[in-house]
């Protein structure tokens, strides 16, 4: 448990390492527990789980650089996600526990059986004799953002968009801000039930920003919450985001606005968890009243979202007016490119959030300003193929 975060943004460390450390131990400590990845647990950063079992193989260990491999192995490993999936729900529905992980753009081939699955859920929970199951708990890493060397190919979020447009009170998506959040979103996870869980998260290093005490507070109270270190009193603006990456660049549009206009007085909050229609998970919804606390009633709302922007875009309209909102995120927009590139192309920068703030407060010079230094981080990363910003 991290009791104190001394100076948030300072410090980075892997979501998808800290996954791996609580996988391991998960699989120490439950004898039932099987972890599914459709070969791709060392790419993810999952490979902490090694330590604890060994991937599942009945055939010779060919190679001495072969990892763990063993008849009796709880790691089960697959390049087909439709049959993980098919063994995992066996496991969940005989009331043993279970998690799988794979790469975002390719967590969506299982649509067609999730949705199945969410049509079992909501009949089983109708039958007197038949016991709760474990949560179906889908780990969604190496995203649309950071495939810096796969490509347009693996880059994907429409998982999230289908499972928030179900009519059901089944799908939460959950999008820890870092690895403390992270830790909190494995433990939510484990003990839910009845209910299909993705949890979206990068597997690189990313900015810690809360402590323990402020991720649960977020699952508790409908899913959002004030980052008051990076917030002012009465803002003019209220600065929202709903992801890893999107939240730094949020936060880091902020801090050039402060430098460039110190007297905008500017609010974040962060999400962490959408289900249908709403903000938070599906036992646990944001009301319209705390919306309009966090959001103030009237304030243009700068939003910048881990996927298809349109999907948080809906979400939001449920709370307040359309005409408040602009949001960001990912348009569909890729290539094999740089990090910030990648944003700079679906309009999700820092630069871009930061030019929506200067247009509205009628701050041409500023928009020209912001616009010259994304052509110039473009440029760059075209000729020496990385990014100007770290």
Not at 112 to 122: C, E, H, P, Y
Not at 220 to 241: H, K, R
Request: glycine letters at 4%; one cysteine or more; aromatic letters at 10%.
């Amino acid at each position: 448990m991290i009791e104190r975060v001394e100076v948030p943004g300072s410090e980075f460390y892997s979501s998808a390492r800290k996954i791996g450390e609580l996988l391991s131990q998960q699989l120490r400590e439950d004898p039932r527990f099987y972890f599914f990845s459709p070969d791709e647990t060392t790419s993810n950063r999952f490979d902490a789980v090694f330590e604890a079992s060994s991937r599942a193989w009945g055939d010779l260990v060919r190679e001495d650089w072969d990892l763990p491999e063993s008849p009796d192995g709880r790691i089960i490993e697959m390049l087909s996600e439709n049959v993980l999936f098919s063994v995992m729900m066996g496991h969940l529905i005989n009331g043993e526990q279970a998690m799988m992980g794979s790469y975002e753009a390719f967590l969506p081939i299982v649509t067609a059986q999730l949705l199945q699955q969410m049509k079992f859920i909501k009949q089983a929970k109708g039958v007197a004799w038949r016991e709760s199951m474990p949560a179906v708990n889908l780990l969604s890493t190496s995203t649309c953002w950071r495939q810096d060397h796969n490509g347009f190919t693996h880059q994907s979020p429409a998982l999230i968009s289908q499972l928030l447009a179900v009519p059901s009170e089944l799908a939460n998506c959950i999008f820890p801000v870092d690895d403390v959040a992270a830790e909190e979103a494995f433990q939510f996870m484990l003990e839910s039930r009845d209910v299909v869980n993705l949890t979206t998260f990068n597997k690189n290093e990313l900015p810690r920003y809360i402590d323990s005490h402020h991720a649960k507070f977020q699952f508790d109270n409908g899913g959002a919450s004030i980052y008051e270190f990076a917030s002012d009193a009465e803002p003019d603006f209220v600065l929202t985001a709903c992801g890893d990456i999107v939240t730094r660049e949020t936060l880091e549009a902020m801090r050039i606005i402060r430098e460039d206009m110190p007297e905008v007085k500017m609010r974040f909050v962060g999400i962490n968890t959408l289900s249908y229609r709403s903000i938070g998970t599906t036992d646990n919804k944001l009301t319209r009243e705390k919306f309009m606390e966090l959001f103030t009633p009237n304030k243009p709302i700068l939003a910048n979202f881990h996927g298809y922007p349109e999907t948080l875009e809906n979400i939001l309209e449920n709370y307040t007016e359309r005409k408040r909102l602009r949001v960001h995120g990912f348009n569909e927009e890729g290539s094999t490119t740089t990090p910030f590139e990648m944003l700079r192309r679906n309009a999700a920068s820092r630069y871009d959030l930061a030019s929506d703030i200067a247009k509205v407060l009628g701050q041409d010079n500023l928009v020209t300003k912001y616009q010259k230094l994304l052509q110039e981080n473009h440029e760059h990363a075209v000729q020496y193929g990385e990014d100007m910003i770290v």
